[in-house]
């Protein structure tokens, strides 16, 4: 576990320097400066997590150059744990925003709001997250970038500039950001809206802003092999031998068919890396992995999908779903009383 430093420590300017092709295991030879100490603000490391190396290259790009990176993908494919899990090698404060529909310009710069003060009340200003991390060392994420309200997105746009300076209207003060501050978004779509009909919700995003965006990566499904490998590290301190690893990867495979599925609109759901992971933790929970199957990812499909399911299923474990798991609606069969 990282060893934490006083949180009313300074953090300025990063005090070492490590190599990215050790610590990334990627084929770039590039020196990337970082902190020798984490403090309460940098994520936890998870040992057993895999990089995508071109993922990995725009992030650091990000972080050594000040770029701005905007990573997009589908969903479960693991894009904000990336940031946040180069941050923690780094020693890099990383902190996350969702910009749901509640997110008001007000969260991200601040209100004015009433205290007491030697008994009186008085007014001050109370700064929201953007003005706190734009003035440190932090790297800011802004989660579902693409559904963020359009008020919102205008604050974030002049920020987005590598020398971009906030101003603070109600205050008369315009803040001037930290020579390491990093700024970091993900998202479902590029900017031109749901055209799969997975992600209510999201916006279309102003081209002006787009184009502030320096590194723009795509993020999506890896390969059988690599996903099995993360499946396997990931339930490896649930595992009681119940799943092997034929299991697991029959498991990846089924989840390669409902991507398949979809491409070809057979299937109007996908199932993601984190599905799969959950599918397998929940066959060690309930040692039955046909069942485990249904709770983690059937009972979200349409029905009229699901005795494509079915076969998907019998293809990789060599048995049909039972028939009454294909339809909420269960028709039985009513007896007549025998009147004689």
């Known amino acids: 576990m990282n060893k934490i430093i006083d949180k009313n420590s300074i953090r300025d300017e990063p005090d070492t320097i490590i190599n990215a092709k050790k610590i990334f295991n990627i084929s770039k030879?590039?020196?990337?400066?970082?902190?020798?100490?984490?403090?309460?603000?940098?994520?936890?490391?998870?040992?057993?997590y895999h990089f995508d190396e071109e993922t990995?290259?725009?992030?650091?790009?990000?972080?050594?150059?000040?770029?701005?990176?905007?990573?997009?993908?589908l969903h479960g494919t693991g894009k904000s744990t990336h940031i946040e899990q180069i941050?923690?090698?780094?020693?890099?404060?990383?902190?996350r925003i969702n910009l749901d529909s509640h997110i008001s310009r007000i969260d991200l710069i601040g209100k004015d709001a009433i205290i007491l003060k030697d008994g009186k009340q008085i007014t001050t200003f109370n700064e929201g997250i953007l003005p706190w991390a734009i003035q440190s060392s932090t790297a800011l994420v802004f989660?579902?970038?693409?559904?963020?309200?359009p008020d919102v997105m205008f604050v974030i746009q002049r920020i987005l500039e590598a020398d971009g300076k906030l101003t603070l209207l109600d205050q008369s003060k315009v803040i001037s950001p930290h020579k390491y501050f990093r700024l970091f978004g993900t998202a479902n779509t590029v900017g031109l809206g749901d055209t799969t009909g997975l992600y209510h919700g999201t916006q279309q995003i102003n081209?002006?802003?787009?184009?502030?965006?320096?590194?723009?990566?795509?993020?999506?499904?890896?390969?059988?092999e690599t996903e099995s490998e993360i499946v396997n590290s990931k339930i490896s301190n649930l595992n009681e031998s119940f799943l092997n690893k034929?299991?697991?990867?029959?498991?990846?495979?089924?989840?390669?068919?409902?991507?398949?599925?979809?491409?070809?609109?057979?299937?109007?759901t996908v199932m993601s890396p984190r599905t799969v992971i959950s599918w397998a933790e929940n066959s060690i929970i309930f040692k039955d992995i046909p069942y485990a199957f249904k709770v983690s990812f059937l009972n979200k499909c349409d029905e009229t999908e699901r005795a494509t399911l079915s076969e998907y299923f019998q293809?990789?474990?060599?048995?049909?779903?039972?028939?009454?798991?294909?339809?909420?609606?269960?028709?039985?069969?009513?007896?007549?009383p025998n009147n004689d």
Not at 34 to 45: A, G, H, K, L, T
Not at 56 to 73: D, S
Not at 143 to 149: C, F, K, L, M, V
């Open 29 to 48: 030879d590039i020196d990337v400066p970082c902190y020798s100490q984490p403090d309460q603000y940098v994520p936890e490391i998870d040992p057993n």
């Open 56 to 73: 990995t290259l725009a992030i650091l790009a990000g972080f050594k150059f000040n770029r701005r990176v905007l990573i997009q993908g």
């Open 87 to 95: 941050a923690a090698r780094l020693n890099w404060r990383c902190v």
């Open 143 to 149: 989660d579902e970038y693409d559904a963020g309200r």
């Open 207 to 224: 081209q002006g802003q787009m184009d502030r965006w320096n590194v723009v990566t795509a993020l999506n499904y890896l390969s059988e």
């Open 246 to 268: 034929e299991n697991i990867y029959n498991m990846v495979k089924l989840a390669n068919l409902t991507r398949s599925g979809f491409k070809n609109g057979d299937l109007s």
């Open 315 to 336: 293809r990789c474990f060599g048995e049909l779903l039972p028939e009454d798991w294909l339809s909420a609606i269960i028709e039985k069969q009513i007896i007549e």
